[in-house]
């Protein structure tokens, strides 16, 4: 299914082929170490089901971690790890480590944080032309041929990838290494013919995307990948002390911001503006696959005043990598509502799909798109009315970012009641064949119910439970370490603590959610039986916690922090 372009044969290799010479040397390496393997794997396993967050929720995350372990990926002679979007019964099913279905996943960067970095270092160095374009497929041998086509949602998503990697890492080394390449994937944005040519920070030309069609003119979809990519892009600007792309960036991000906000929002949701080149000859050739470009005057495959699934996927990845918001808040979180009443069906028995089935009859389910007031253009994008679990989890986890945790759970509890183990193999979700890469987007729904936040840039530490406040219990993952952390909530008193099972966590500054009304009256943070001084803020609803040093939690040694409340504010 990853036909390689060698006419020798293409040769790859397999990674386990240069660690092992045989099955007998796997046997005689892997038999001593089998009892420390297993309880290793089980102290994760336990540690994660002993959470308290909703069943669902922790099933969807844990049993999509397979798709790494399964044909879907692979890693060559070479090291490098690589993922096709997902596998057919004997085959793998569209290859490349396809950016844009990518985008989504939240589980390799947080629980294999080397394989998600590979994964950068070979967008940027193997998949990004000296034009700044990334080549939303990889093609094997490394160095063949390069894929021809750039996808908007892709290439804005590697930028916002990079900028995760580096502050879930701290890697200077990686930041400065790359810059360069990733500025290109944004300055890119601004060639003649290209995304962006006016430089008004939206999105006007043409566009292919995840959804394989080019959509033509401003829309939700790749317009907020590309706020949340100049965002990303300001920020990593001036850790590098690049003072001339910086502003450029924080410029185009408020005028395109601004730009959406105003012409985009239909008082619901977020909506296309469609608006075609009067030639094509005017766009550059590499951003058209070909799909939607048969009528200028009305183009197929258009999304039009639809309300998408993921019409603020570029926010969702904002929210998960700390960037904050990039619409107005209050918009972002009704159409967010307007998604779950438009889109959310309680039963299938009446709903007509044109094209695969992956629910049906008495099984509820979060639609990719629908048009509430009846303007669905006359050929909408292919996939409209199908149901994929990727783009579910992703809605879900961000619905439940912006409060609306009910109906994020509800979305979850929808997947998992269909994907159960006797309506559908609880370890296989499907989209483009088996065990597909998208559907590892279940693991944001994590941080979004503990409002879990980490940077090892910064080492601020963050949480704000949307999830059983007052008692949570919840697994957390880095990539310096791993562990569990507890919150109590009491008339007087709100702790948490952080336990370390595996590694450690390196700590200058937290920042906790505090209940509704109440003020801090005094912190106590304690390490290893020392109790350690700290300069306190409290903002609105958080507090801010400045250490005077940096903290370093291992095992055995946790992190308790106890802050005194106002009772009477409660």
């Not at 060639?191 to 939206?202: F, I, S, Y």
């Not at 946790?558 to 504010?569: E, F, G, Y």
Request: contains cysteine; aromatic residues 12%.
């Amino acid at each position: 299914g990853w036909d390689p372009l060698d006419e020798n044969g293409g040769w790859i290799g397999n990674y386990y082929a240069r660690r092992y010479t045989d099955a007998w040397d796997v046997a005689q390496q892997v038999a001593p170490q089998l009892s420390q393997l297993e309880e290793a794997s089980l102290r994760f396993t336990r540690a994660f089901v002993s959470s308290n967050l909703p069943q669902s929720v922790k099933e969807a995350a844990l049993n999509n971690i397979s798709t790494l372990r399964s044909q879907t990926c692979f890693r060559s002679a070479d090291g490098n790890f690589f993922g096709f979007e997902g596998c057919r019964d004997d085959r793998g099913c569209c290859f490349g480590s396809c950016t844009h279905v990518w985008n989504y996943e939240q589980t390799t960067p947080f629980l294999f944080p080397e394989l998600a970095q590979n994964m950068r270092m070979l967008e940027l160095e193997q998949g990004t032309l000296p034009t700044g374009q990334n080549c939303f497929r990889l093609r094997l041998p490394l160095g063949s041929q390069p894929w021809a086509h750039a996808a908007a949602d892709g290439q804005m998503g590697v930028v916002m990838k990079c900028y995760r990697e580096w502050q879930l890492s701290g890697d200077s080394d990686f930041l400065r290494r790359h810059w360069p390449t990733v500025k290109s994937l944004v300055s890119y944005c601004w060639l003649p013919g290209g995304w962006d040519a006016d430089q008004d920070g939206v999105m006007e030309g043409v566009q292919h995307n995840t959804y394989d069609v080019e959509f033509f003119g401003p829309n939700p979809l790749t317009g907020v990948w590309y706020l949340g990519a100049l965002r990303a892009a300001e920020e990593m600007a001036k850790a590098v002390g690049d003072t001339e792309f910086a502003p450029r960036c924080e410029e185009l991000f408020a005028r395109g911001s601004a730009w959406i906000d105003a012409h985009l929002f239909n008082g619901e949701y977020y909506s296309q503006q469609i608006q075609t080149p009067s030639s094509l000859d005017e766009t550059r050739p590499e951003l058209r696959v070909g799909m939607g470009e048969s009528d200028l005057a009305d183009p197929d495959f258009q999304l039009g005043n639809g309300c998408l699934t993921d019409q603020l996927v570029g926010q969702y990845m904002a929210h998960v990598v700390g960037l904050g918001y990039l619409l107005q808040p209050e918009r972002v979180k009704t159409a967010l509502r307007s998604l779950f009443r438009y889109n959310f069906r309680q039963n299938l028995y009446d709903h007509w799909n044109n094209m695969r089935t992956f629910a049906l009859a008495d099984e509820s389910a979060l639609l990719i798109c629908s048009w509430p007031h009846d303007d669905r253009p006359k050929v909408p994008f292919p996939y409209f009315n199908e149901v994929m679990t990727g783009f579910e989890y992703q809605a879900a986890a961000h619905m439940i970012y912006e409060g609306l945790v009910e109906e994020g759970i509800a979305v979850i509890n929808a997947i998992r009641a269909r994907f159960d183990g006797y309506r559908r193999n609880p370890w296989n979700e499907q989209e483009c064949g088996h065990h597909y890469a998208r559907a590892m987007a279940s693991w944001a729904a994590l941080l979004a119910l503990s409002g879990f936040h980490y940077s090892a840039v910064s080492g601020q530490l963050q949480l704000a439970p949307r999830w059983k406040a007052e008692a949570l219990r919840c697994v957390w993952m880095i990539p310096s370490g791993w562990g569990m952390v507890t919150q109590t909530l009491e008339a007087e008193e709100q702790t948490v603590r952080w336990e370390v099972l595996s590694g450690q966590l390196r700590v200058q500054s937290m920042r906790y959610a505090l209940p509704q009304g109440a003020r801090v009256r005094t912190i106590a943070l304690e390490l290893a039986g020392h109790v350690e001084a700290a300069r306190v803020e409290q903002r609105d609803s958080f507090v801010d916690i400045n250490l005077a040093q940096k903290l370093k939690v291992t095992a055995d040694q946790p992190l308790v922090v106890r802050i005194k409340l106002n009772c009477t504010a409660l």
